[in-house]
């Protein structure tokens, strides 16, 4: 008998080694803020061989990668991507949202009961404890303890919600002080080597520099004129045009906001990653690790210059190199077939709609102070009483403790306020709590709609714009200038995923493949569980090369 449960010891040993050594030493996964799909290919020809092109050349690109929920926001984007399922399950339904029962807006990573690690601001108060699903790095840490997770990004939510629960060290960049930094939910003091990496005051020095074009910025025919309409300045600038000087337009004084707009904070990024894979030596045992990096900069510069500016190409082409750089190191440190990397974006973006309205094109703006001056006064004729209390991601929250006291009917209230919204321009669609739950799935923009809803942090209402629009507050000097994100349509929606490196096939895959489906892969070539609530399904394209 004890020589049978020797071989079976045994075995079991073989199995699990066998499955190591399928595994990769290291995944890194990369999320593009604000990446359209079609930027692999409008700025193809500007791109070197190492980067953007090497993962679609030699890797596997996903060519119809869509989010299945609304709203494609930053927030809900990288919890979806990292737990394989939808914000009605991880809970994070938008960047921020209203909290009912403080009664004031809250964070999607807001967390009062932290500190700052790193910094002696506030700016640390964060972390995951508004996610209610397990991510693939939770799981990971979960089935193999000994496995490092480390996540990073400008953002704080690009930072914490890929990390997870677990993670060994998530950081994301400090405004007051330049600095990376962290919070007491994941340790108590950073560590040595990333304060070491922030002693180094990258962000200052480059006060001393000026963004120009990587090319000559005639070269640049893939874009739109330099000096825009439909840009904002940036700084003392006074006009959206290259160069940035950085010193100049910041007043002498480093102001780190501009420097998130620029390639330069890519670059810091990318240097924390090459540490952090360093220093917490990352890839190099036969457990496999996870290094979790979300660029945030092409974001922040989306919001300001839109997708057809000079600003935002040169961005990628910069970008693209940064690629290329981790590529090399990951290839020389961790071993070329060693890491798995994939790469893909939280939300593209809608082009900014004073362009498409120029353009004759479907678009506009929808403006909410006076659509919600008008709704409150209607629906407080009808009822006798104040019965909406704020509108926040174009949801509305009704005051239930006023319709309660008013002895009010809930959906009768809805009902009618929904059928004062859908008479609005520029509304398509508009549901109640009560639809979301009770009807059947008949209809694809209710079924994006449930998705992206959850009743603890939802509104009683959310209705969705026709295409091409942007809700606004008003009519304000610069309101149609710049652009955003968060809709059901094909420009939100669209994104990059590639894949690259370990058992990577070298492919296109043109059928449709939800974000949520990139941790169900991973589940996979990781042999782990699937995260607690996952609803993606693996892309067998790449698992079974």
Known sequence: ??????????????????????????????????????????????????????????????????????????????????????PNNHGIVANDWYDRGNRKPINCVTDSMVNTVGSTSINGKFSPINLKSNTITDQLKLTYPKAKVVSMSIKNRGAILPGGHLSDGSYWFDYSSGSFITSTFFEEELPTWVTKFNDAKYPDKCFNKTWETFYPIEEYTESGPDNSPYEHLLGAKTTPTFPYDLNAISGGTPDYGIFTHTPFANTYLTNLAIQAIDFEKMGEDDQTDMLCISYSTPDIAGHSFGPYSIEIEDMYIRLDKEVARLIEYLEDQVGKGEFTLFLTAD???????????????????????????????????????????????LNIYLDHDTIAAQKLDLNEVSDFI????????????????????????????????????????????????????????????????GTSHGSAYNYDTHVPLLWYGKNVPSQEIYRNINVTDIAATLSHILFLQNPSSLTGDPILEILEK
């Open 1 to 86: 008998m004890k020589s049978i449960l020797v071989i079976i010891i045994c075995g079991l040993g073989l199995s699990l080694n066998a499955q190591q050594e399928k595994s990769p030493k290291l995944v890194v996964g990369i999320v593009v803020d604000q990446m359209c799909y079609e930027y692999l290919y409008r700025y193809y020809d500007k791109y070197g061989e190492d980067g953007f092109k090497l993962m679609m050349n030699e890797g596997t690109n996903c060519r119809n990668a869509n989010y299945n929920y609304i709203p494609t926001y930053t927030g809900p984007g990288h919890a979806s991507i990292y737990t394989g399922t939808t």
């Open 347 to 393: 939300h593209a973006v809608v082009p900014v709609p004073q362009y498409l309205i120029d353009k004759q094109l479907p678009g506009g703006y929808f403006f909410l102070t006076d659509k919600m001056l008008e709704l409150r006064n209607v629906a407080t004729e009808k009822f006798g009483a104040s019965v909406i209390d704020v509108m926040d991601n």
């Open 418 to 481: 929904a059928t004062e919204i859908q008479k609005w321009e520029g509304v398509k669609r508009v549901f109640t709590a009560d639809q979301l739950y009770n009807a059947a799935i008949d209809d694809e923009w209710m079924d994006m709609v449930r998705k992206g809803y959850h009743h603890a942090e939802s509104g009683d209402l959310i209705f969705i714009l026709e295409p091409g629009y942007l809700a606004k507050s008003s009519d304000y000097i610069g309101a149609r200038k």
